[in-house]
């Protein structure tokens, strides 16, 4: 070990130095946690066939995890790294090559090899795993697992790990870019008494003395944070949605006493599916299922495992973000995290820094859905009531390799961007070809910020590049400061990014291009200009 050691220890002196953010250190665990390093970047993973098993009285877990994975590059004697978080423990690693030595330092394993791979071969690692993991404090946005029991007295479990990552209990490649190609296999060993329910499709269920194995099966890629148990009480019924693909399988998996309010609240799922579709295309996993499962959180996005924990009632737990009453004419998590399953999972973010991609998208999804359940009229009063949420604290784009995210602004910021460049391409069917375009041409695949920029502004035929750059790489929103007499407009941006080209369209038809030097223009009336509400700008009169 001492050779492995030195090892670390030299790309720690060189690479991984500390990185200063004002008062945020970012150290070399960060950066073994966020980039992809030279003890990552070699292989590929191919697939995850893994078991766990959860002890509630212990609020522990035991299991093992078979990494498949190819090479992608000729490497000579490389160190793999194997992401599992401490407390958790690793038991005994075993490939199908030769291990030289391995060890767990701090939340990293560290396999050491004496060969030379080839791009192109494939290999396998076990690992076994055992202990206590880290426990929710509140889930999902503070992560862990989560050991509860319902409202009867029964264990109820499952983990939320989008921030922390799933190597928080299960030893994995745990960085965004790089997801299980060909899916995985989920054992869950559950008491005979209790449901295990995973992500994909049910494909085997054995029971062995007093234990039950339910064996769940994901055929296509899957991120990392996806991947998720589920332990209790539960109950399924089925249904089935006309899609654009053909038949999609609807899974509901329940507590037992949820059913009838399950039934009912559920109903929203078909117009969700519609409307979605409509916007961003097929439903990107039809071979694996739509799921929707009783959770003891609020929810998540977990990949054909949406977890819905909002109280089979409408709103946000009953709630309107907007303010403006329009978000509590249907079920926030319903409509929210479903919308995840094509920005997140579906087009998924490389780096936790580009979190906007999930978000944004998947915010204006609500806008997008109302859009099409109720009126564009609606959408829009709902899209506007968002900024009330708007903090603008930080830029949405956070610090690249080291799990860094940006602002929550991300959520409603990013949502109104998309709005403000939608009301800029002026063009609606235009525009939802885009979005069923990034749907269809990043399908699965991990994506940067650049790609999707580059994408957006190359389909519309519009620079929006300084757009971005406002919204998501500053908190300055656009003033425009403007003067009328009678049918002359004088008008000027303000707290804008260099050479910022957000054109506007006012009095419903008229264009005009604001920059930081003043203009003049006629206009078509001499009554009060009438400025489109629907472009997240600040409009300020200095007469």
Known sequence: MKKLSYTLLLISGIAFGQLFE?????????????????????????????????????KSLKGTNKISFEIIKNVTNPVFQIDLQQPMKAGKVVANFPIASYKQDGDFIFIKTNKKFKKGEKYTIDVDYSGNPQIAKNAPWDGGWVFTKDENGNPWMSPAVQGIGSSIWLPTKDIWSDEPDNGIIMKIITPNDLVGVGNGRLIDKKTNGNKTTYTWEVKNPINDYSIIPNIGKYVNFKDTFDGEKGKLDLDYWVLDYNLEKAKKQFQQVKPMLSALEYWFGPYPFYEDSYKLVDSPYLGMEHQSNVAYGNGY??????????????GLKWDYIIVHESGHEWFANNITAKDEADMWIHESFTMYSEVLFTEKYLDKKSADIYMIGLRGKIANDIPIIGKYGVRNEGSGDMYPKGANMLHTIRQVINNDEKFRQILRGLSKDFYHQTVTTKQIEDYISSKAGIDFSTVFDQYLRTIKIPTLEYSQNGDTLKFRYTNIVKNLKLPIIINGDQTINPTEEWQTVKLKKSTPVDFNKNYYINYLSVQ
Not at 35 to 53: G, I, L, Q
Not at 313 to 326: A, C, E, F, M, P
């Open 22 to 58: 004002k008062d945020k250190v970012y150290t070399k665990q960060d950066t073994l946690k966020g980039s992809n390093t030279a003890f990552r970047d070699f292989w590929d993973v191919k697939k995850y066939d893994f078991s766990v098993e959860p002890d509630f009285e212990q």
């Open 313 to 326: 009632q409408n709103g946000y737990l009953g709630r309107d973000l907007s303010g403006t009453g329009v």
